[in-house]
């Protein structure tokens, strides 16, 4: 089970950091945040996988930083120098082989 945390309001130019917390270990599994805006599909912000190698969509590199802590069973998304279009519910995941896990989102808006 996982469970988002950390979202809330922000002006631009701001960060954040969203935490997920998992039930049980997650050291063998892929980590990834994903995301979803209004009316739009759902996006892979970023992963991470067991080895801690990582991935970014285009749109967040170079502002947003994901971690894990497998003996504290978190992962997190740095985020910075945020942007309205940020705004969205975000969702962390672990993934391994074709079986996903999905947790409760937490909204994050970039406003002013």
Known sequence: QL???GGGLVQPGGSLRLSC???GTIGIY???WYRQ???KPRE???SITRYSA???ADSVKG???ISRDNYKYMVYLQMNSLKPEDTAVYSCVAVLGRSEYWGQGTLVTVSS
């Open 3 to 5: 469970q988002a945390f």
């Open 21 to 23: 917390t998992a039930s």
């Open 30 to 32: 892929t980590m990834g």
């Open 37 to 39: 805006a209004p009316g």
């Open 44 to 46: 892979l912000v970023a």
């Open 54 to 56: 990582t991935t970014y």
């Open 63 to 65: 502002r947003f930083t």
